[in-house]
C-alpha cells in the first residue's frame, strides 16, 4: 500500500521559512515524480513543484521560483519542500503526491498523481 506522511507545517511571519517532509512507502518503482501541491481557501489546488526520482529533475511553479527549493533523500525515501521569504499569499493547505509508476513528466496537474498525503497547513502572518 503506498503511503505518504507529511510534517512541517506551520505558522510563520512574511520573509520566514519552513521545511515540509513527504515520507513516501509501499512501492518499489525505480522511477516516480513526487509534487508537492497547495490549497488557499476558496481556490483551486495548484502544482507547486515536482521532482523526478530517475534524474533528480525538478520544476516549479513561476510563483515560488527562487524561493523554494524541492530536494530528496532517496536513502529515507522522503522529499522536502524547503520554503524561504515566504508571504501569505502562499498561505495554503500544502500536499505532497507521488505518480507511481511514472507516465508524464514534468507533472504539474492532480490528475497526473494517484497517491496524495494528508495535507499540512501552512500560514503565513503580514
Known amino acids: 500500500e503506498v503511503q505518504l506522511v507529511e510534517s512541517g507545517g506551520g505558522l510563520v511571519q512574511t520573509g520566514g521559512s519552513l521545511r515540509l517532509s513527504c515520507a513516501v512507502s509501499?512501492?518499489?518503482?525505480?522511477?516516480?515524480?513526487v509534487g508537492w501541491f497547495r490549497q488557499a481557501p476558496g481556490k483551486k489546488r495548484e502544482g507547486v513543484s515536482c521532482?523526478?526520482?530517475?534524474?533528480?529533475?525538478?520544476y516549479y511553479v513561476d510563483s515560488v521560483k527562487g524561493r523554494f527549493t524541492i530536494s530528496s533523500d532517496n536513502a529515507k525515501n522522503t522529499v522536502y519542500l524547503q520554503m524561504n521569504s515566504l508571504k501569505p499569499e502562499d498561505t495554503a493547505v500544502y500536499y505532497c503526491?507521488?505518480?507511481?509508476?511514472?507516465?508524464?513528466?514534468?507533472?504539474?496537474?492532480?490528475?497526473?498523481?494517484?497517491?496524495w498525503g494528508q495535507g499540512t497547513q501552512v500560514t503565513v502572518s503580514s
Open positions: 503526491a507521488v505518480q507511481v509508476p511514472l507516465s508524464s513528466w514534468p507533472a504539474f496537474l492532480d490528475n497526473e498523481y494517484g497517491y
Open positions: 509501499g512501492f518499489t518503482f525505480d522511477d516516480y515524480a
Open positions: 521532482i523526478r526520482r530517475f534524474d533528480n529533475s525538478k
